[in-house]
């Protein structure tokens, strides 16, 4: 989820890529491309997969391990690979808010969607509807600039393509939602995920909804301990690496 070769893949993709509303099997909305038969999450559950995949086997368990004690983890920062329709950065706020943890989160996008398209999507309806505002601000934020989301949230939106990404042991956690390998092959190369290990800390987290023999052998010549976790609903498995020292 530029008129050099970047440029022309930003024609191509908003000249044939119609994008299209639909409902998931536990009730949430997501967004479908239908020429590329790909959505935005899962159409097994687009909430159900995002808690799975992003906040228990992401954000609960990197918390764990920075642990060490009885204390709460104070802060983390997390960057998302894929921003798309806001449902990630949504749900990691609201567990913000139960837990008081301060967060500094980093969205990427290369195609944001329209305003229009991201207030059809029901997760304030399906999650808490007491943060319909929240969720709505989220997207009126500009792009490239820290915003303040709360007194412990904090949003940066990047229109960016991820091979453009440059950070260096800057987050804890990231949460890598690309579309699939079927479609974007080259999202899940040796290269990118060279790229997210430089990005993150020492024993920092990666997780995916994905679980190919290819992307874990990318994860692993990047540097990363890979190890396999049981999927969301519909999908049997998914994978979390961590940049051991």
């Not at 908003?14 to 479908?32: M, Q």
Request: aromatic share 12%; hydrophobic share 40%; net charge neutral.
């Amino acid at each position: 989820m530029w008129r050099t070769n970047s440029e022309n893949q930003e024609i191509v993709y908003k000249l044939i890529l119609i994008r299209e509303i639909i409902k998931t099997n536990d009730g949430s909305t997501t967004i479908h491309l239908p020429e590329w038969n790909e959505s935005y999450h899962s159409k097994h559950g687009a909430i159900q997969e995002a808690y799975h995949v992003f906040i228990k086997n992401g954000l609960c368990f990197a918390n764990s391990q920075k642990l060490g004690s009885l204390f709460k983890v104070k802060s983390i920062a997390i960057l998302e690979i894929g921003f798309g329709t806001g449902l990630n950065t949504f749900i990691t706020f609201l567990e913000a808010k139960k837990t008081n943890q301060t967060i500094d989160y980093v969205g990427v996008e290369a195609y944001p969607i329209e305003m229009e398209e991201a207030m059809e999507m029901n997760y304030p309806n399906e999650i808490d509807v007491s943060e319909t505002t929240v969720f709505k601000k989220m997207h009126e934020f500009n792009w490239d600039l820290k915003n303040q989301l709360s007194d412990n949230f904090t949003l940066t939106k990047r229109k960016q393509f991820f091979q453009d990404i440059k950070d260096e042991a800057s987050f804890d956690l990231i949460y890598f939602d690309a579309f699939g390998f079927r479609v974007q092959p080259e999202l899940w190369s040796d290269t990118i995920f060279v790229a997210m290990f430089k990005a993150l800390k020492p024993n920092g987290i990666l997780v995916t909804y994905a679980c190919r023999t290819s992307i874990k052998k990318a994860m692993l010549s990047a540097g990363f301990s890979v190890e396999k976790l049981p999927g969301a609903p519909g999908k049997r498995e998914m994978l979390r690496a961590t940049k051991a020292f």
